[in-house]
Nanobody, 121 residues
Framework: QVQLVESGGGLVQAGGSRRLSCVVSGSINSINAVGWYRQAPGKQRELVAGLTSGGSTNYADSVKGRFTISRDNAKNKVYLQMNSLKPEDTAVYYC???????????????WGQGTQVTVSS
């Protein structure tokens, strides 16, 4: 069973920084693309940042230059460094990963349970 668990959320003042972590555990043969999404109250879940296994990244326009996604393949961890936070960054942040559970299986997308980030003005 594959599990993704996020951590690092909390309350931060505007202009501050926060680093989110996501650890992937369980039956894992390979982890392909990973990403961070967020969902604010009353809004749809949106992509924040994505990172392929080859190292290519993409970011939402609203976070470009402020957020950085990275991964530690040896530890099966994914990070989101968030700087210059704004109140509009307040949301539940979710980690996802495209994972092949065992050799020969089809990759599928797994999600974490989310971690709340609240940015006060």
């Amino acid at each position: 069973q594959v599990q993704l668990v996020e951590s690092g959320g909390g309350l931060v003042q505007a202009g501050g920084s926060r680093r989110l972590s996501c650890v992937v555990s369980g039956s894992i043969n390979s982890i392909n693309a990973v990403g961070w999404y967020r969902q604010a109250p009353g809004k749809q879940r949106e992509l924040v940042a994505g990172l392929t296994s080859g190292g290519s990244t993409n970011y939402a326009d609203s976070v470009k230059g402020r957020f950085t996604i990275s991964r530690d393949n040896a530890k099966n961890k994914v990070y989101l460094q968030m700087n210059s936070l704004k109140p509009e960054d307040t949301a539940v942040y979710y980690c996802n990963a495209d994972i092949q559970p065992w050799y020969g299986s089809s990759p599928r997308l797994y999600w974490g349970q989310g971690t709340q980030v609240t940015v006060s003005s």
